[in-house]
């Protein structure tokens, strides 16, 4: 089996679930499995650490995983137009990563959810790519064959899946949302499993 890794944060849970449908999406291609994992909340106190293994959820991520995985889809909630600062946090650890050109020709994918439909669902998917970029990743997003990006009143975009998850961050997925995330999971599986051959 070949491994895509799906890397999220999620304070919620509205991120969490667009991570779930996006690995359903992966498995959906013969041969390809997802391994969920994020990371933990950044501390307010300097160098405070958890366990490697949370209470619950998903396993933390680590470097072996992103060494490991033929793809990624990376995915946070919107924080201020940008990315969560956990996961920043964490890929701000992967200078070795980097220097070893470890993800250099891997295909990647970005997700995000926001409270408001505006608020910022494009910029925080675009900051996500930044540091994929600079690992050499090749972005792949979501083309508009897929009709629920022509149709969608809440989440979906050509940069990458997305949910209007509601102040509250509440709101379920819609069924646009829910193919758009799985259509990005199967996608990025497909030109995972054509560049490894
Ligand atoms: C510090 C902070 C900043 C946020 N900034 C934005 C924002 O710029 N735009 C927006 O629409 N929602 C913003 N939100 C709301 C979250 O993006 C939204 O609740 C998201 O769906 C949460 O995802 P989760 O359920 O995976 O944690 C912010 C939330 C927090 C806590």
New binding site residues.
């Given amino acids: 089996m070949t491994d895509i890794l799906v890397l999220?944060?999620?304070?919620?849970?509205?991120?969490?679930?667009?991570a779930r449908l996006i690995a359903r999406g992966v498995e959906e291609i013969s041969g390809m499995q997802a391994r969920i994992r994020t990371v933990p909340p950044v501390s307010t106190v300097c160098e405070a650490t958890e366990d490697s293994i949370p209470d619950e959820g998903s396993p933390y991520a680590t470097h072996d995983d992103l060494r490991e995985c033929s793809g990624l889809a990376l995915g946070?909630?919107?924080?201020?137009?940008?990315m969560?600062a956990p996961l920043k946090y964490f890929l701000d650890t992967t200078s070795s990563l980097w220097l070893g050109g470890d993800l250099i020709g891997k295909p990647a994918a970005v997700f995000?959810?926001?409270?408001?439909?505006?608020?910022?669902?494009e910029t925080?998917l675009i900051s996500m790519m930044l540091p994929l970029l600079h690992h050499g990743m090749l972005l792949t997003g979501i083309p508009y064959s897929e009709t629920g990006l022509l149709h969608t009143e809440s989440g979906g975009t050509p940069y990458g899946a997305s949910?209007l998850?509601?102040?509250?961050?509440k709101r379920p997925l819609t069924e646009h949302e829910q193919v758009l995330c799985r259509a990005l999971g199967k996608r990025l599986a497909e030109t995972a499993g054509k560049l490894t051959g």
Avoid: I, K, L
């Fill in positions: 999220y944060y999620s304070r919620y849970g509205a991120t969490a679930e667009m946070s909630p919107t924080r201020f137009g940008n969560a995000t959810s926001t409270s408001s439909m505006h608020g910022g669902q925080t949910h998850a509601g102040v509250d961050s």
